[in-house]
Protein backbone atom coordinates (compact mmCIF):
# COMPACT_ATOMS: atom_id res chain seq x y z
CA UNK A 1 0.00 0.00 0.00
CA UNK A 2 2.87 2.29 1.01
CA UNK A 3 4.83 1.60 -2.20
CA UNK A 4 1.77 1.91 -4.66
CA UNK A 5 1.01 5.15 -2.67
CA UNK A 6 4.49 6.73 -3.69
CA UNK A 7 4.05 5.54 -6.43
CA UNK A 8 0.78 7.61 -7.56
CA UNK A 9 2.03 10.27 -5.82
CA UNK A 10 5.27 9.79 -7.41
CA UNK A 11 4.14 9.74 -10.92
CA UNK A 12 1.27 11.93 -10.35
CA UNK A 13 3.20 15.13 -9.54
CA UNK A 14 5.94 14.47 -12.47
CA UNK A 15 3.07 13.75 -14.72
CA UNK A 16 1.75 17.69 -15.46
CA UNK A 17 4.93 18.40 -17.29
CA UNK A 18 4.07 15.72 -20.20
CA UNK A 19 0.48 16.70 -20.05
CA UNK A 20 -1.35 19.20 -22.53
CA UNK A 21 -4.15 21.50 -20.31
CA UNK A 22 -7.43 19.75 -21.36
CA UNK A 23 -5.17 16.48 -20.53
CA UNK A 24 -4.40 18.29 -16.99
CA UNK A 25 -7.84 18.68 -16.61
CA UNK A 26 -8.87 15.42 -17.20
CA UNK A 27 -6.91 13.76 -14.72
CA UNK A 28 -7.74 16.65 -12.26
CA UNK A 29 -11.33 14.53 -12.73
CA UNK A 30 -9.45 11.41 -12.65
CA UNK A 31 -8.42 12.23 -8.48
CA UNK A 32 -11.54 14.00 -7.64
CA UNK A 33 -14.02 10.85 -9.17
CA UNK A 34 -11.14 8.59 -7.16
CA UNK A 35 -12.21 10.46 -3.69
CA UNK A 36 -15.36 10.27 -4.03
CA UNK A 37 -15.21 6.95 -4.74
CA UNK A 38 -12.93 6.09 -2.52
CA UNK A 39 -15.99 7.27 -0.19
CA UNK A 40 -18.07 4.48 -2.01
CA UNK A 41 -15.73 1.82 -1.71
CA UNK A 42 -15.30 2.30 1.86
CA UNK A 43 -19.33 1.58 2.37
CA UNK A 44 -19.62 -0.92 -0.29
CA UNK A 45 -16.55 -2.75 -0.35
CA UNK A 46 -15.84 -2.87 3.50
CA UNK A 47 -18.88 -1.79 5.14
CA UNK A 48 -21.49 -4.10 2.66
CA UNK A 49 -24.11 -1.25 2.35
CA UNK A 50 -25.15 -0.07 -0.68
CA UNK A 51 -25.63 3.32 -2.19
CA UNK A 52 -27.06 4.52 -5.50
CA UNK A 53 -27.29 8.51 -4.06
CA UNK A 54 -23.74 9.50 -3.75
CA UNK A 55 -24.18 11.95 -6.83
CA UNK A 56 -26.27 13.68 -3.68
CA UNK A 57 -23.30 14.07 -1.53
CA UNK A 58 -20.81 15.02 -4.53
CA UNK A 59 -23.71 18.17 -5.66
CA UNK A 60 -23.97 19.51 -1.62
CA UNK A 61 -19.91 19.48 -1.49
CA UNK A 62 -20.20 21.77 -5.11
CA UNK A 63 -22.72 23.85 -3.77
CA UNK A 64 -21.25 24.18 -0.69
CA UNK A 65 -18.20 25.40 -2.13
CA UNK A 66 -19.77 27.32 -4.96
CA UNK A 67 -22.12 29.25 -2.08
CA UNK A 68 -19.50 30.01 0.26
CA UNK A 69 -16.68 31.29 -2.36
CA UNK A 70 -18.90 33.20 -4.32
CA UNK A 71 -21.55 34.40 -1.98
CA UNK A 72 -19.70 34.71 1.39
CA UNK A 73 -16.30 35.21 -0.06
CA UNK A 74 -15.08 32.84 2.23
CA UNK A 75 -11.48 30.74 1.07
CA UNK A 76 -12.22 27.70 -1.04
CA UNK A 77 -9.66 25.55 1.36
CA UNK A 78 -12.45 26.80 3.90
CA UNK A 79 -14.95 26.03 1.69
CA UNK A 80 -13.48 22.59 1.03
CA UNK A 81 -13.38 21.44 4.46
CA UNK A 82 -16.94 23.08 5.18
CA UNK A 83 -17.93 20.92 2.49
CA UNK A 84 -16.61 17.91 3.65
CA UNK A 85 -17.90 18.33 7.41
CA UNK A 86 -21.55 19.05 6.17
CA UNK A 87 -21.47 15.96 4.20
CA UNK A 88 -20.19 14.05 7.33
CA UNK A 89 -23.10 15.31 8.74
CA UNK A 90 -25.68 14.94 6.35
CA UNK A 91 -24.71 11.45 5.75
CA UNK A 92 -24.67 10.34 9.02
CA UNK A 93 -28.20 11.83 9.90
CA UNK A 94 -29.30 10.01 6.65
CA UNK A 95 -27.57 7.33 7.62
CA UNK A 96 -29.23 6.73 10.98
CA UNK A 97 -32.86 6.14 10.02
CA UNK A 98 -31.88 4.89 6.20
CA UNK A 99 -29.70 2.19 7.67
CA UNK A 100 -33.07 0.45 8.87
CA UNK A 101 -32.98 -1.03 5.39
CA UNK A 102 -30.90 -3.95 4.00
CA UNK A 103 -29.50 -4.23 0.54
CA UNK A 104 -31.66 -3.59 -2.08
CA UNK A 105 -34.03 -1.88 0.22
CA UNK A 106 -31.13 0.96 1.21
CA UNK A 107 -30.06 0.97 -2.39
CA UNK A 108 -33.38 2.32 -3.53
CA UNK A 109 -33.78 4.65 -0.87
CA UNK A 110 -30.23 6.54 -1.26
CA UNK A 111 -31.41 6.32 -5.13
CA UNK A 112 -34.62 8.22 -4.13
CA UNK A 113 -31.97 11.12 -2.86
CA UNK A 114 -30.49 10.98 -6.38
CA UNK A 115 -33.62 11.56 -7.95
CA UNK A 116 -34.35 14.08 -5.74
CA UNK A 117 -31.27 16.50 -5.99
CA UNK A 118 -31.80 18.13 -9.25
CA UNK A 119 -35.28 19.08 -8.40
CA UNK A 120 -34.40 20.32 -4.86
CA UNK A 121 -31.12 22.28 -5.97
CA UNK A 122 -33.47 24.12 -8.59
CA UNK A 123 -36.13 24.32 -5.77
CA UNK A 124 -34.14 26.73 -3.53
CA UNK A 125 -33.12 29.18 -6.03
CA UNK A 126 -32.21 31.78 -3.95
CA UNK A 127 -29.43 30.19 -3.40
CA UNK A 128 -27.97 27.99 -5.25
CA UNK A 129 -29.49 30.26 -8.70
CA UNK A 130 -31.59 27.60 -9.87
CA UNK A 131 -31.04 26.00 -13.73
CA UNK A 132 -28.70 29.13 -14.40
CA UNK A 133 -25.84 27.37 -11.85
CA UNK A 134 -23.49 29.13 -9.71
CA UNK A 135 -20.41 30.75 -12.02
CA UNK A 136 -17.01 30.40 -9.34
CA UNK A 137 -13.88 32.09 -9.77
CA UNK A 138 -10.97 28.89 -10.44
CA UNK A 139 -8.72 29.71 -7.09
CA UNK A 140 -5.58 31.55 -7.99
CA UNK A 141 -2.21 30.17 -8.09
CA UNK A 142 -0.40 30.76 -4.65
CA UNK A 143 3.23 31.99 -3.65
CA UNK A 144 3.57 33.05 -7.42
CA UNK A 145 4.48 29.35 -8.04
CA UNK A 146 5.13 29.20 -12.23
CA UNK A 147 2.58 27.16 -13.07
CA UNK A 148 -1.10 27.43 -14.81
CA UNK A 149 -4.14 27.76 -12.98
CA UNK A 150 -5.05 24.10 -14.27
CA UNK A 151 -2.23 22.77 -13.18
CA UNK A 152 -2.52 24.33 -9.38
CA UNK A 153 -6.34 22.57 -9.66
CA UNK A 154 -4.15 19.60 -10.79
CA UNK A 155 -2.11 19.34 -7.70
CA UNK A 156 -4.70 20.42 -5.32
CA UNK A 157 -6.66 17.67 -6.50
CA UNK A 158 -3.71 15.19 -6.01
CA UNK A 159 -3.11 16.37 -2.72
CA UNK A 160 -6.46 15.94 -1.26
CA UNK A 161 -6.70 12.53 -2.87
CA UNK A 162 -3.34 11.57 -1.69
CA UNK A 163 -4.17 12.95 1.74
CA UNK A 164 -7.44 10.96 1.62
CA UNK A 165 -5.92 7.90 0.53
CA UNK A 166 -3.89 7.76 3.51
CA UNK A 167 -6.35 8.19 5.83
CA UNK A 168 -8.58 5.46 4.31
CA UNK A 169 -6.17 3.39 4.73
CA UNK A 170 -5.58 3.87 8.66
CA UNK A 171 -8.84 3.71 8.99
CA UNK A 172 -9.45 1.14 7.75
CA UNK A 173 -6.33 -0.75 8.60
CA UNK A 174 -6.86 -0.41 12.75
CA UNK A 175 -9.48 -0.82 15.59
CA UNK A 176 -12.54 0.28 13.64
CA UNK A 177 -11.63 -1.01 10.31
CA UNK A 178 -12.04 -4.09 11.69
CA UNK A 179 -15.21 -3.33 13.42
CA UNK A 180 -16.34 -2.34 10.01
CA UNK A 181 -15.39 -5.29 7.79
CA UNK A 182 -16.57 -7.50 10.52
CA UNK A 183 -20.21 -5.87 10.42
CA UNK A 184 -20.10 -6.80 6.55
CA UNK A 185 -18.78 -10.53 6.86
CA UNK A 186 -21.17 -11.31 9.87
CA UNK A 187 -23.28 -8.55 11.69
CA UNK A 188 -24.61 -10.90 14.52
CA UNK A 189 -21.36 -12.26 15.78
CA UNK A 190 -20.13 -8.17 15.63
CA UNK A 191 -22.63 -7.18 17.81
CA UNK A 192 -21.75 -10.24 20.11
CA UNK A 193 -18.14 -8.54 20.13
CA UNK A 194 -19.56 -5.60 21.25
CA UNK A 195 -19.80 -3.68 17.91
CA UNK A 196 -22.27 -1.25 18.07
CA UNK A 197 -23.42 -2.14 14.39
CA UNK A 198 -25.97 0.57 13.91
CA UNK A 199 -23.76 3.35 14.93
CA UNK A 200 -20.93 1.89 12.90
CA UNK A 201 -23.27 1.81 10.05
CA UNK A 202 -24.18 5.22 10.52
CA UNK A 203 -21.18 6.51 11.34
CA UNK A 204 -19.27 5.17 8.01
CA UNK A 205 -21.98 6.25 5.55
CA UNK A 206 -21.51 9.69 7.08
CA UNK A 207 -17.37 9.44 6.91
CA UNK A 208 -18.47 8.23 2.91
CA UNK A 209 -20.47 10.63 2.25
CA UNK A 210 -17.46 13.19 3.70
CA UNK A 211 -15.36 11.23 1.09
CA UNK A 212 -18.10 11.79 -1.91
CA UNK A 213 -18.51 15.49 -0.95
CA UNK A 214 -14.91 16.68 -0.53
CA UNK A 215 -15.03 15.17 -4.16
CA UNK A 216 -17.37 17.16 -4.85
CA UNK A 217 -15.96 20.30 -3.88
CA UNK A 218 -13.00 20.01 -5.61
CA UNK A 219 -15.24 18.99 -8.62
CA UNK A 220 -16.81 22.32 -8.14
CA UNK A 221 -13.47 24.71 -8.77
CA UNK A 222 -12.17 22.46 -11.36
CA UNK A 223 -15.11 23.00 -13.33
CA UNK A 224 -15.64 26.56 -12.08
CA UNK A 225 -19.51 26.10 -12.68
CA UNK A 226 -22.14 24.35 -10.97
CA UNK A 227 -25.92 23.37 -11.63
CA UNK A 228 -28.32 21.35 -10.97
CA UNK A 229 -28.48 18.94 -14.04
CA UNK A 230 -25.40 18.15 -13.64
CA UNK A 231 -25.88 16.07 -10.58
CA UNK A 232 -28.94 13.57 -11.94
CA UNK A 233 -29.63 10.14 -11.04
CA UNK A 234 -27.06 9.68 -13.77
CA UNK A 235 -24.12 10.25 -11.79
CA UNK A 236 -24.68 8.03 -8.85
CA UNK A 237 -24.96 5.35 -10.91
CA UNK A 238 -21.71 6.42 -12.45
CA UNK A 239 -20.34 6.25 -9.18
CA UNK A 240 -21.63 2.77 -8.84
CA UNK A 241 -19.75 1.85 -11.83
CA UNK A 242 -16.64 3.73 -10.82
CA UNK A 243 -16.28 1.79 -7.71
CA UNK A 244 -17.22 -1.56 -8.87
CA UNK A 245 -14.71 -1.58 -12.32
CA UNK A 246 -12.38 -0.57 -10.01
CA UNK A 247 -12.44 -2.67 -7.07
CA UNK A 248 -14.88 -2.48 -4.53
CA UNK A 249 -13.32 -3.42 -1.86
CA UNK A 250 -9.96 -2.39 -2.45
CA UNK A 251 -8.40 1.34 -1.73
CA UNK A 252 -6.38 1.68 -4.88
CA UNK A 253 -9.78 0.44 -6.73
CA UNK A 254 -10.84 4.33 -6.75
CA UNK A 255 -8.31 5.54 -8.96
CA UNK A 256 -8.67 2.79 -11.56
CA UNK A 257 -12.45 3.37 -11.08
CA UNK A 258 -11.91 7.52 -11.23
CA UNK A 259 -9.85 6.84 -14.59
CA UNK A 260 -12.70 4.50 -16.00
CA UNK A 261 -15.72 6.78 -15.77
CA UNK A 262 -13.35 9.33 -17.24
CA UNK A 263 -12.09 8.03 -19.88
CA UNK A 264 -14.25 5.37 -21.21
CA UNK A 265 -17.17 7.65 -22.23
CA UNK A 266 -14.76 10.13 -24.04
CA UNK A 267 -13.21 6.96 -25.79
CA UNK A 268 -16.64 5.73 -26.29
CA UNK A 269 -17.43 8.69 -28.16
CA UNK A 270 -14.55 8.97 -30.36
CA UNK A 271 -15.79 5.32 -31.38
CA UNK A 272 -18.96 5.71 -32.19
CA UNK A 273 -20.57 9.37 -32.34
CA UNK A 274 -24.32 7.58 -32.70
CA UNK A 275 -24.10 5.30 -30.06
CA UNK A 276 -21.33 6.19 -27.47
CA UNK A 277 -23.41 4.23 -24.33
CA UNK A 278 -23.82 1.20 -26.38
CA UNK A 279 -20.19 1.08 -26.36
CA UNK A 280 -19.21 2.44 -22.67
CA UNK A 281 -21.54 -0.44 -22.05
CA UNK A 282 -19.70 -2.96 -24.27
CA UNK A 283 -16.74 -2.00 -22.24
CA UNK A 284 -18.51 -1.92 -18.97
CA UNK A 285 -19.67 -5.81 -19.35
CA UNK A 286 -16.12 -6.45 -20.84
CA UNK A 287 -14.42 -5.35 -17.54
CA UNK A 288 -16.81 -7.35 -15.57
CA UNK A 289 -15.68 -10.41 -17.36
CA UNK A 290 -12.19 -10.15 -17.44
CA UNK A 291 -12.07 -8.69 -14.00
CA UNK A 292 -14.72 -9.71 -11.92
CA UNK A 293 -13.11 -8.43 -9.03
CA UNK A 294 -12.31 -5.63 -10.24
CA UNK A 295 -9.12 -3.54 -11.47
CA UNK A 296 -7.58 -3.46 -7.81
CA UNK A 297 -8.60 -7.16 -7.50
CA UNK A 298 -6.87 -8.38 -10.79
CA UNK A 299 -3.50 -6.75 -10.12
CA UNK A 300 -3.84 -8.33 -6.55
CA UNK A 301 -4.53 -12.06 -7.54
CA UNK A 302 -1.36 -11.33 -10.37
CA UNK A 303 0.82 -10.17 -7.42
CA UNK A 304 -0.18 -13.34 -5.08
CA UNK A 305 0.82 -15.29 -8.42
CA UNK A 306 3.88 -13.69 -8.75
CA UNK A 307 4.64 -13.96 -4.80
CA UNK A 308 3.65 -17.40 -5.04
CA UNK A 309 6.05 -18.47 -7.95
CA UNK A 310 9.11 -16.84 -6.57
CA UNK A 311 8.70 -18.54 -3.18
CA UNK A 312 8.07 -21.83 -4.81
CA UNK A 313 11.57 -21.25 -6.83
CA UNK A 314 13.85 -20.18 -3.93
CA UNK A 315 11.60 -22.26 -0.85
CA UNK A 316 11.20 -19.35 0.83
CA UNK A 317 9.31 -19.06 4.46
CA UNK A 318 5.95 -20.27 4.15
CA UNK A 319 4.28 -16.93 5.81
CA UNK A 320 5.36 -15.05 2.89
CA UNK A 321 2.88 -17.17 0.80
CA UNK A 322 0.48 -17.23 3.08
CA UNK A 323 0.56 -13.22 3.34
CA UNK A 324 0.17 -13.04 -0.12
CA UNK A 325 -2.79 -15.16 -0.05
CA UNK A 326 -4.30 -14.15 2.66
CA UNK A 327 -3.70 -10.52 0.94
CA UNK A 328 -5.68 -11.94 -2.01
CA UNK A 329 -8.35 -13.79 -0.55
CA UNK A 330 -9.08 -10.99 1.50
CA UNK A 331 -10.33 -9.06 -1.05
CA UNK A 332 -12.16 -11.28 -2.93
CA UNK A 333 -15.20 -10.20 -0.84
CA UNK A 334 -16.31 -7.83 -3.82
CA UNK A 335 -17.97 -10.25 -5.05
CA UNK A 336 -19.77 -11.33 -1.88
CA UNK A 337 -20.97 -7.87 -1.73
CA UNK A 338 -22.29 -8.08 -4.94
CA UNK A 339 -24.31 -11.84 -3.83
CA UNK A 340 -22.64 -13.85 -6.02
CA UNK A 341 -20.85 -16.58 -4.44
CA UNK A 342 -17.42 -17.07 -4.89
CA UNK B 1 -22.75 -21.53 46.38
CA UNK B 2 -22.76 -18.34 44.55
CA UNK B 3 -24.37 -18.09 41.26
CA UNK B 4 -22.26 -15.71 38.99
CA UNK B 5 -25.53 -15.22 36.67
CA UNK B 6 -29.02 -15.70 37.55
CA UNK B 7 -32.18 -15.54 35.33
CA UNK B 8 -35.51 -15.11 36.66
CA UNK B 9 -38.95 -14.90 34.97
CA UNK B 10 -36.67 -14.46 31.94
CA UNK B 11 -38.91 -14.20 28.82
CA UNK B 12 -37.64 -13.39 25.11
CA UNK B 13 -39.46 -12.04 22.12
CA UNK B 14 -38.80 -12.30 18.67
CA UNK B 15 -41.34 -9.34 17.32
CA UNK B 16 -44.49 -10.01 19.37
CA UNK B 17 -43.55 -13.75 19.16
CA UNK B 18 -42.36 -15.17 22.58
CA UNK B 19 -40.03 -17.94 22.42
CA UNK B 20 -38.76 -18.34 26.21
CA UNK B 21 -41.63 -18.70 28.54
CA UNK B 22 -40.62 -17.43 32.05
CA UNK B 23 -37.49 -19.27 32.87
CA UNK B 24 -35.48 -19.69 36.43
CA UNK B 25 -32.05 -20.54 36.12
CA UNK B 26 -28.33 -19.91 37.80
CA UNK B 27 -24.77 -20.50 36.47
CA UNK B 28 -22.37 -21.13 39.57
CA UNK B 29 -19.39 -19.23 39.93
CA UNK B 30 -15.96 -21.49 38.11
CA UNK B 31 -18.63 -24.32 37.40
CA UNK B 32 -19.38 -25.62 33.56
CA UNK B 33 -23.61 -25.18 33.13
CA UNK B 34 -25.04 -26.75 30.32
CA UNK B 35 -28.57 -26.30 29.03
CA UNK B 36 -29.52 -28.96 26.58
CA UNK B 37 -32.71 -28.73 24.14
CA UNK B 38 -33.96 -30.30 20.35
CA UNK B 39 -33.78 -27.86 17.69
CA UNK B 40 -35.88 -24.68 18.38
CA UNK B 41 -36.35 -25.48 22.55
CA UNK B 42 -34.94 -21.75 22.47
CA UNK B 43 -30.98 -22.46 23.47
CA UNK B 44 -29.54 -19.79 20.99
CA UNK B 45 -32.06 -17.70 22.00
CA UNK B 46 -31.38 -17.59 25.49
CA UNK B 47 -27.95 -17.14 25.01
CA UNK B 48 -29.20 -13.88 22.73
CA UNK B 49 -31.33 -12.89 25.74
CA UNK B 50 -27.96 -12.90 27.98
CA UNK B 51 -26.01 -11.26 25.55
CA UNK B 52 -28.88 -8.21 25.29
CA UNK B 53 -29.50 -9.12 21.69
CA UNK B 54 -32.85 -9.06 21.74
CA UNK B 55 -36.13 -8.10 23.74
CA UNK B 56 -36.34 -9.43 26.90
CA UNK B 57 -38.45 -9.38 30.29
CA UNK B 58 -37.68 -10.67 33.41
CA UNK B 59 -34.72 -10.33 35.12
CA UNK B 60 -30.76 -11.32 34.52
CA UNK B 61 -28.81 -10.24 36.99
CA UNK B 62 -24.72 -10.82 36.58
CA UNK B 63 -22.27 -10.87 39.94
CA UNK B 64 -25.37 -9.16 41.55
CA UNK B 65 -26.42 -6.55 39.30
CA UNK B 66 -29.21 -6.13 36.75
CA UNK B 67 -27.87 -6.43 33.06
CA UNK B 68 -30.99 -6.84 31.44
CA UNK B 69 -31.97 -4.30 28.64
CA UNK B 70 -28.66 -3.23 28.51
CA UNK B 71 -27.18 -2.85 25.08
CA UNK B 72 -24.31 -6.20 24.02
CA UNK B 73 -21.78 -3.48 23.99
CA UNK B 74 -22.28 -2.60 27.58
CA UNK B 75 -22.79 -6.73 28.57
CA UNK B 76 -19.89 -7.27 26.84
CA UNK B 77 -17.30 -4.52 28.93
CA UNK B 78 -19.01 -6.69 31.71
CA UNK B 79 -16.85 -9.69 30.59
CA UNK B 80 -19.43 -11.99 29.06
CA UNK B 81 -18.19 -13.65 25.96
CA UNK B 82 -20.36 -14.64 23.15
CA UNK B 83 -19.40 -17.36 20.79
CA UNK B 84 -22.26 -17.65 18.71
CA UNK B 85 -24.28 -20.17 16.58
CA UNK B 86 -22.13 -21.26 13.46
CA UNK B 87 -19.14 -19.61 14.67
CA UNK B 88 -19.71 -16.44 13.50
CA UNK B 89 -16.73 -16.14 11.81
CA UNK B 90 -15.29 -12.66 10.02
CA UNK B 91 -14.33 -14.77 6.64
CA UNK B 92 -12.75 -11.67 4.82
CA UNK B 93 -10.42 -10.70 7.62
CA UNK B 94 -7.72 -12.89 8.86
CA UNK B 95 -7.22 -15.18 11.83
CA UNK B 96 -5.48 -12.59 13.72
CA UNK B 97 -8.13 -9.92 13.07
CA UNK B 98 -10.46 -12.01 14.04
CA UNK B 99 -9.06 -12.88 17.10
CA UNK B 100 -8.24 -8.96 17.96
CA UNK B 101 -12.68 -8.03 16.98
CA UNK B 102 -12.81 -10.71 20.38
CA UNK B 103 -11.11 -7.64 22.29
CA UNK B 104 -12.64 -5.01 20.77
CA UNK B 105 -14.10 -3.51 23.33
CA UNK B 106 -10.60 -3.82 25.47
CA UNK B 107 -8.26 -1.14 24.94
CA UNK B 108 -5.12 -1.98 26.83
CA UNK B 109 -2.95 -3.03 23.82
CA UNK B 110 0.11 -4.78 25.83
CA UNK B 111 -2.99 -7.03 27.75
CA UNK B 112 -4.47 -8.40 24.15
CA UNK B 113 -0.98 -8.95 23.16
CA UNK B 114 -0.27 -10.96 25.34
CA UNK B 115 -3.74 -12.70 25.14
CA UNK B 116 -3.24 -13.39 21.78
CA UNK B 117 -0.26 -15.59 22.65
CA UNK B 118 -2.05 -17.38 25.18
CA UNK B 119 -4.74 -18.18 23.08
CA UNK B 120 -2.42 -19.28 20.52
CA UNK B 121 -0.57 -21.94 23.10
CA UNK B 122 -3.79 -23.18 23.42
CA UNK B 123 -4.84 -23.80 19.62
CA UNK B 124 -1.35 -23.51 17.87
CA UNK B 125 -2.94 -24.30 14.48
CA UNK B 126 -4.24 -20.42 14.75
CA UNK B 127 -0.80 -19.40 15.34
CA UNK B 128 -0.22 -21.16 11.90
CA UNK B 129 -2.50 -19.90 10.04
CA UNK B 130 -2.65 -16.45 12.08
CA UNK B 131 -2.23 -13.83 8.73
CA UNK B 132 -4.47 -15.84 6.59
CA UNK B 133 -8.03 -15.15 5.65
CA UNK B 134 -10.48 -17.20 8.37
CA UNK B 135 -13.07 -17.79 5.45
CA UNK B 136 -10.38 -20.79 4.62
CA UNK B 137 -10.16 -22.29 7.81
CA UNK B 138 -12.00 -25.64 8.07
CA UNK B 139 -15.14 -25.96 10.31
CA UNK B 140 -12.85 -27.49 13.45
CA UNK B 141 -10.47 -24.76 12.99
CA UNK B 142 -13.24 -22.20 12.52
CA UNK B 143 -14.93 -23.50 16.00
CA UNK B 144 -11.27 -23.19 17.40
CA UNK B 145 -11.11 -19.74 16.42
CA UNK B 146 -14.85 -18.78 18.08
CA UNK B 147 -13.63 -20.17 21.17
CA UNK B 148 -10.63 -18.15 21.06
CA UNK B 149 -11.97 -14.95 19.56
CA UNK B 150 -14.10 -15.43 22.87
CA UNK B 151 -10.89 -15.86 25.24
CA UNK B 152 -9.81 -12.70 23.53
CA UNK B 153 -12.02 -10.71 25.78
CA UNK B 154 -10.49 -12.50 29.05
CA UNK B 155 -14.11 -12.94 30.29
CA UNK B 156 -16.06 -13.86 33.41
CA UNK B 157 -18.27 -15.56 32.06
CA UNK B 158 -17.75 -17.63 28.13
CA UNK B 159 -21.47 -18.47 26.16
CA UNK B 160 -21.15 -20.97 24.32
CA UNK B 161 -23.78 -22.08 21.59
CA UNK B 162 -23.58 -25.41 19.96
CA UNK B 163 -19.82 -25.86 19.72
CA UNK B 164 -20.22 -29.15 18.63
CA UNK B 165 -22.18 -28.75 15.18
CA UNK B 166 -20.66 -30.28 12.41
CA UNK B 167 -17.56 -31.31 14.05
CA UNK B 168 -16.40 -35.04 14.54
CA UNK B 169 -16.96 -37.17 17.84
CA UNK B 170 -12.93 -36.82 17.90
CA UNK B 171 -12.91 -33.40 17.65
CA UNK B 172 -15.77 -32.38 20.31
CA UNK B 173 -13.54 -34.59 22.25
CA UNK B 174 -11.12 -32.36 21.89
CA UNK B 175 -12.63 -29.20 21.77
CA UNK B 176 -14.50 -29.93 25.03
CA UNK B 177 -10.91 -30.94 26.52
CA UNK B 178 -10.09 -27.67 25.87
CA UNK B 179 -13.14 -25.99 27.52
CA UNK B 180 -12.76 -27.85 30.81
CA UNK B 181 -8.87 -27.00 31.13
CA UNK B 182 -9.72 -23.30 30.16
CA UNK B 183 -12.19 -23.42 33.21
CA UNK B 184 -10.36 -24.82 35.48
CA UNK B 185 -6.58 -23.22 34.64
CA UNK B 186 -8.18 -19.68 33.95
CA UNK B 187 -10.93 -19.52 36.25
CA UNK B 188 -13.38 -19.12 33.31
CA UNK B 189 -17.32 -19.67 34.41
CA UNK B 190 -18.90 -21.51 30.87
CA UNK B 191 -22.67 -21.61 29.83
CA UNK B 192 -22.73 -24.01 27.22
CA UNK B 193 -25.93 -25.10 25.12
CA UNK B 194 -26.19 -27.85 23.37
CA UNK B 195 -27.60 -30.60 21.53
CA UNK B 196 -24.90 -33.44 22.02
CA UNK B 197 -25.88 -34.81 25.64
CA UNK B 198 -23.46 -37.38 26.14
CA UNK B 199 -20.06 -34.86 25.68
CA UNK B 200 -21.82 -32.10 27.11
CA UNK B 201 -22.66 -33.93 30.45
CA UNK B 202 -19.25 -35.04 30.46
CA UNK B 203 -18.03 -31.89 30.83
CA UNK B 204 -20.71 -29.80 32.63
CA UNK B 205 -21.10 -29.61 36.22
CA UNK B 206 -24.50 -28.56 36.28
CA UNK B 207 -27.08 -28.88 33.85
CA UNK B 208 -30.75 -27.92 32.31
CA UNK B 209 -32.82 -29.23 30.06
CA UNK B 210 -34.80 -26.51 27.78
CA UNK B 211 -38.15 -27.85 25.74
CA UNK B 212 -39.96 -25.06 23.69
CA UNK B 213 -38.52 -22.50 25.72
CA UNK B 214 -39.53 -23.72 28.93
CA UNK B 215 -36.69 -25.43 31.63
CA UNK B 216 -38.19 -28.98 32.71
CA UNK B 217 -35.46 -30.53 34.28
CA UNK B 218 -32.40 -29.39 35.86
CA UNK B 219 -29.54 -31.01 39.04
CA UNK B 220 -25.98 -31.90 38.57
CA UNK B 221 -24.98 -33.42 35.15
CA UNK B 222 -24.00 -36.57 37.21
CA UNK B 223 -27.53 -36.85 37.99
CA UNK B 224 -29.11 -36.21 34.50
CA UNK B 225 -26.95 -38.77 33.29
CA UNK B 226 -28.26 -41.20 34.87
CA UNK B 227 -32.20 -40.30 34.44
CA UNK B 228 -34.36 -42.16 31.92
CA UNK B 229 -36.05 -39.73 30.85
CA UNK B 230 -33.48 -38.02 29.41
CA UNK B 231 -31.55 -41.29 29.16
CA UNK B 232 -34.16 -42.38 26.23
CA UNK B 233 -34.42 -38.79 24.51
CA UNK B 234 -31.39 -36.99 24.55
CA UNK B 235 -28.39 -39.65 24.95
CA UNK B 236 -30.17 -43.09 22.94
CA UNK B 237 -28.90 -45.80 25.69
N1 LIG C 1 -34.86 -14.40 14.21
C1 LIG C 1 -35.96 -15.06 14.58
N2 LIG C 1 -37.19 -14.56 14.31
C2 LIG C 1 -38.30 -15.21 14.69
N3 LIG C 1 -38.31 -16.39 15.33
C3 LIG C 1 -37.14 -16.95 15.62
C4 LIG C 1 -35.90 -16.33 15.26
N4 LIG C 1 -34.89 -17.11 15.66
C5 LIG C 1 -35.47 -18.17 16.24
N5 LIG C 1 -36.82 -18.09 16.24
C6 LIG C 1 -37.76 -19.06 16.81
O1 LIG C 1 -37.47 -19.21 18.18
C7 LIG C 1 -37.53 -20.55 18.58
C8 LIG C 1 -36.25 -20.94 19.26
O2 LIG C 1 -35.18 -20.82 18.35
P1 LIG C 1 -33.67 -20.99 18.76
O3 LIG C 1 -32.85 -20.58 17.61
O4 LIG C 1 -33.43 -20.35 20.05
O5 LIG C 1 -33.59 -22.58 18.94
P2 LIG C 1 -32.34 -23.49 19.28
O6 LIG C 1 -32.66 -24.22 20.51
O7 LIG C 1 -31.11 -22.68 19.27
O8 LIG C 1 -32.34 -24.50 18.04
P3 LIG C 1 -31.11 -25.16 17.26
O9 LIG C 1 -30.64 -26.29 18.10
O10 LIG C 1 -31.72 -25.63 16.01
O11 LIG C 1 -30.08 -24.10 17.06
C9 LIG C 1 -37.82 -21.35 17.32
O12 LIG C 1 -39.18 -21.68 17.34
C10 LIG C 1 -37.52 -20.41 16.19
O13 LIG C 1 -38.42 -20.63 15.13
MG1 LIG D 1 -29.43 -22.64 18.15
Known amino acids: MRLGLLLVAGVGYLLPAALSSYQTFEFTQVFIYAVALLGLNILIGYNGQFSLGHGAFYAIGAYTTAIMTTRWDIPYGWAIIAAGALSLVVGFLFGLPALRFEGLYLALATFALALATPQVLKYFDTWTGGSQGIVLDKPSVPLGLPISADQYLYYLSLTVLVILLLLAHNLLRGRAGRAITAIRDNPIAAEAMGVNAALYKSLTFGVSAMYTGIAGALGALAVAFVAPDTFSAFLSINFLVGSVVGGVASISGAIFGGAFIEFVPTYAQEISRAAPWAIFGLTLIIFMYVMPTGVAGLIRRVAAALARSMASEQPAPDSQTAAAEAAEGNRGSARAVLGKPD | ?237
Do not use: C
Open chain 2, 1 to 237: MAALLEASNLEAYYGWSKVLHGLRFAVEKDKVTVVLGANGAGKTTLLRAISGMIRTGGEIRFAGERIDGQAPEDIVRRGIAHVPEGRGTFINLTVEENLRLGAYVRKDKTGIREDLDRVFHFFPVLKEKSRNPAGVLSGGEQQMLALARGLMLRPRLLLLDEPSLGLAPVLVMELFRIVRAINESEGVTVLLVEQDAVAALELAHQAYLLETGSIVTSGPAAELRENDSIRRSYLGY
